[in-house]
Nanobody
Framework: HVNLAESGGGLVQPGGSLRLSCSAS????????MGWYRQAPGKERELVAI?????ANTYADAVKGRFTISRDDVNVYLQMNSLKPEDTAVYYC???????????????????WGQGTQVTVSS
């Protein structure tokens, strides 16, 4: 079982900054891609940013130039600058994990989500 624990959300004024963190714990070999998603009220969950094990990253157009994703072996971070009211949402981390490998099954992977952390941008 793999558990993801998020932290760092909160209330911030427009133009402010927040840093989200997500840490993985449990039994696994390595973590492939790590990402951040968000869901605003009445909207579908959307990709914010994703980073591969090799460090390649992709951002949603709405956050390019303002948000930065980074990672280490078990943590993923999202530095959010120049926040706007439209960034208000619940933010979720997601990790694609290599759980174990066997001769019979090969590589066994799973996708895991954090519990979500609220980010509110308002004056």
């Amino acid at each position: 079982h793999v558990n993801l624990a998020e932290s760092g959300g909160g209330l911030v004024q427009p133009g402010g900054s927040l840093r989200l963190s997500c840490s993985a714990s449990g039994r696994f070999l390595t973590i492939d891609s790590m990402g951040w998603y968000r869901q605003a009220p009445g909207k579908e969950r959307e990709l914010v940013a994703i980073i591969t094990s090799g460090g390649a990253n992709t951002y949603a157009d709405a956050v390019k130039g303002r948000f930065t994703i980074s990672r280490d072996d078990v943590n993923v971070y999202l530095q959010m600058n120049s926040l706007k009211p439209e960034d208000t949402a619940v933010y979720y981390c997601k990790m694609s994990v290599l759980l174990y490998t066997t001769i019979e099954q090969g590589d066994v992977r799973g996708d895991y989500w954090g519990q979500g952390t609220q980010v509110t941008v308002s004056s």
